[in-house]
T-cell receptor, first 115, second 111 residues
Framework: DADVTQTPRNRITKTGKRIMLECSQTKGHDRMYWYRQDPGLGLRLIYYSFDVKDINKGEISDGYSVSRQAQAKFSLSLESAIPNQTALYFC??????????????FGPGTRLTVT | GDSVTQMEGPVTLSEEAFLTINCTYTATGYPSLFWYVQYPGEGLQLLLKATKADDKGSNKGFEATYRKETTSFHLEKGSVQVSDSAVYFCALGAGSYQLTFGKGTKLSVIP
């Protein structure tokens, strides 16, 4: 089984709809991240969380919110989707407790299309 | 702030050609450096890493050396295969456990 899973893998939604993307991990990591990928722009950080009670905005948090329901679960919500949020979204994890590694491990991604 | 600059693609090579993808960085302190690879339709996978100056990371025939004097971490492979076709991202880790990524370089290898 994959260490980092994302659901759904693909989603088409309409402008103004609320949508939630979910991420689960079995790696036992404390740190979790949400990125979006757009052609030619690389990966941009949306939100990150170092533990259940520690959530931080990234580079492009406007229009997004997150929830860390448990150590292993980190959800990303678009409260009112707009077409320029069409992108590929990745969840990543890092850092077992007590380690100081920067390595991140990525899920397979969610392709979101907002029409 | 921290930044990563990598060569723009796309890069197209014939099978068995030599590959170099340039990556330079700007960071305070002593960052850790990474190369990630993204195959079509998949997430990013860690390809190799180096955590201090002069370290060489290697994996699957790819290599990169952490050069502090030139702030570079260029990716090389002596003989590419069609299966190496992917997007390659250079990244650095410093400070608050975040990675800063380059914009990616798409490699296509033709038979």
């Amino acid at each position: 089984d994959a260490d980092v899973t994302q659901t759904p893998r693909n989603r088409i939604t309409k402008t103004g709809k609320r949508i939630m993307l979910e991420c689960s991990q079995t790696k036992g990591h404390d740190r979790m991240y949400w990125y979006r990928q757009d052609p030619g722009l690389g990966l941009r950080l949306i939100y990150y969380s170092f533990d259940v009670k520690d959530i931080n905005k990234g580079e492009i948090s406007d229009g997004y919110s997150v929830s860390r329901q448990a150590q292993a679960k980190f959800s990303l919500s678009l409260e009112s989707a707009i077409p320029n949020q069409t992108a590929l979204y990745f969840c990543a994890t890092s850092g077992a407790r007590g380690t100081f590694s920067y390595e991140q491990y990525f899920g397979p991604g969610t392709r979101l299309t907002v029409t | 702030g921290d930044s990563v600059t990598q060569m723009e693609g796309p890069v197209t090579l014939s099978e068995e050609a030599f590959l170099t993808i340039n990556c330079t960085y700007t960071a305070t302190g002593y960052p850790s450096l990474f190369w990630y690879v993204q195959y079509p339709g998949e997430g990013l996978q860690l390809l190799l890493k180096a955590t201090k100056a002069d370290d060489k990371g290697s994996n699957k025939g790819f290599e990169a050396t952490y050069r502090k004097e030139t702030t570079s971490f260029h990716l090389e492979k002596g003989s590419v295969q069609v299966s190496d076709s992917a997007v390659y991202f250079c990244a650095l880790g410093a400070g608050s456990y975040q990675l800063t990524f380059g914009k990616g370089t798409k490699l296509s290898v033709i038979p």
